[in-house]
């Protein structure tokens, strides 16, 4: 083969891979972002290598039609310019409709104005040569794929690894293109040199979706793996072939074309054994630069148990599973602990979660491989192996939590109650001596007598509230309106500014003393922090939530809650306003949980501090 067959033959090589990738990104399109375009990217890169072929090896008919496929650039770089900005999520219809209808408008100029040429050069018959007034297609290719660069490393400083290392492929296959094509320019420019760089043209394509997918789907790197390991073995084929050959003709056999079939057989068996031995080792040798880490050891699974038991909650468990199984597999993994699957397209992930059975004793722990479809068995058994492992500590952390949460609750009654015994006491002990003061201060001037009547309301209010978190909580469940609720409770208020965004429909099933409780504390904290403030304003909401539950907000534009305050806001004696009891939100929690609800402090837009409880809605 000369080396003109060698230009044909790597135009024809760069075709079928280009279309080959095209079709298998175009049924691949649904699990991944952006694939279409870059499956038409594809299309493009091999229409162009037909439309060469086709103008060198062609009549003058099929030449001007390889001449049309060529003139397509303009729209294939847009096509690259919609996959990159669909991988940067900057994807405006508006502006890459301008784009295609640029695109479009300068194709159809190209081919009513001829802004291309074919004429003789060098050995070929016909050459692809821009006029001077051709050179407006290629400013615009120019311009759009350094405006498509420009994006990618634009984004670089906001991107994760994973990202970081696709736009590194990305512009490595850029400049693979570029290079293998700026030789093709030698005609137009006046160069009498062959364009040897067009050689290199056939793994642009496959480099460009391996770099950009292979950490998304497994499939790309199995087959890389088995591309790698059939060209090394190939290669090796070839100079085992070439040694054989020598040796021959070192012992004086005749030419090789001339060899007797004894000879030819024997040759044949040499080389077809030497590719049996090479076989095994070459594609492990390239599963493991595809897929480092594919083999298992007693001392990793040791490794990987004692990690994954170490984690305490389950955020730790998540990250340190996801780091330890990346770590060995040398790519980015995603772990997932929760009940929903995720969705699939997000690169390979371990699924794990709580399987619930009937009858079941323990939590019955399970994991999946979600988006490892493309991955060797072996790769395979290693996800499965960890997934093992990881429900395995899943099962370990949940039942801990479990027993973490029983001590807990049974310390926090047994307090309750010494607490309850103690404050009984303390309120009888105390209330004699305020009504003695009482009454004692009937003779004082008013100014006084006010003063010491405000502090005893406020002993018997600290009384009141001691004997209310401590006591037994007893529950007399109905359904009660909470729009009514919320209405009665602000009642009591009623020179404060309280909206009331309710359903007049929605009821919660809860005591409705108990309620008002819960309802009274969280608005008496707010209207206390709303003191002195330019324009007070309270909100109560409330709506449906998923699993059988409403969520009832209570929120103010007051100053809000000090960071190193929100964690310990629900404990007793902690409190956020001057004269407060310390006691008031630790109340709404135990009222709530004794509902079996739940109270915790959000954020929400337009307010500076809100209580958001969930209550039942049904028996």
Known sequence: MDLYGLYYFSLALQGVI????????????????????????????????????????????????????VNTGPLNTVFFLHFVLSFLGRLHKGRLL????????????????????????????RYYVFPTWGWVPGIFVTFTSTWAYVLLLLA???????????????????????????????ASFGIPIFPYSVIL??????????????????????????????????VATVAIAALCISLVAQTGFAPFAALPLWQLWLLGTMMLGATLVLEGPTRRAMEKLIFPGAHLEAGVLAEWRERLEAAGNWQTLETVAADTLGAHLRQPMSVVLAATAPAPGGGPCVHCYLKLEAGQPLPNWRSDLIGWEGATPTVQRVGEVFGALLAAAAARLDQLLRYAEQEKRSLQQAHLLELGGLSATVAHELRNPLNIISMAAVSCPPETRAEIRTQI???????????????????????????ELARSVAAAHPGANIEI??????????????????????LNNAIAMLRGRPDPRVRIEAASAPGQRIALRVCDNGPGVAADLAGELFQP??????????????????LTEAHGGSVELVTRVGWNCCFELHLPDTP
């Open 18 to 69: 280009s279309f080959l990738l095209a079709a298998w990104l175009w049924v691949k399109a649904g699990q991944q972002t952006g694939m279409r375009p870059l499956a038409l990217f594809c299309m493009g890169i091999g229409l162009w290598g037909t439309g060469q072929l086709a103008i060198n090896l062609g009549d003058d008919q099929v030449a001007q039609f390889g001449k049309m496929l």
């Open 98 to 125: 301008a784009w295609y209808a640029a695109a479009v408008s300068l194709v159809l100029a190209i081919w009513i104005w001829d802004m291309g040429q074919l004429q003789p050069w060098l050995g070929f018959a």
């Open 156 to 186: 670089w400083p906001a991107a994760g690894p994973k990202k970081r290392g696709q736009i590194v492929a990305l512009c490595l296959a850029g400049i693979w293109g570029s290079v293998a094509t700026l030789m093709f320019l030698n």
């Open 201 to 234: 043209l056939p793994f642009y394509a496959a480099l460009l979706v391996f770099g950009i997918l292979r950490y998304d789907l497994m499939a790309v790197n199995l087959w890389a793996n088995r591309f790698l390991a059939w060209l090394a073995l190939s």
């Open 457 to 483: 309301e406020r002993a018997d209010h600290l009384i009141q509230d001691l004997l209310s978190y401590s006591g037994e909580v007893r529950l007399n469940r109905q359904p009660v309106n909470v729009a």
């Open 501 to 522: 965004a309710i359903d007049a429909g929605l009821n919660a099933h809860i005591d409705r003393m108990r309620g008002e409780q819960i309802l009274g504390n969280l």
């Open 573 to 590: 004696f902690k409190t956020r306003r001057p004269g407060g009891t310390g006691l008031g939100l630790a109340i709404v929690r135990r």
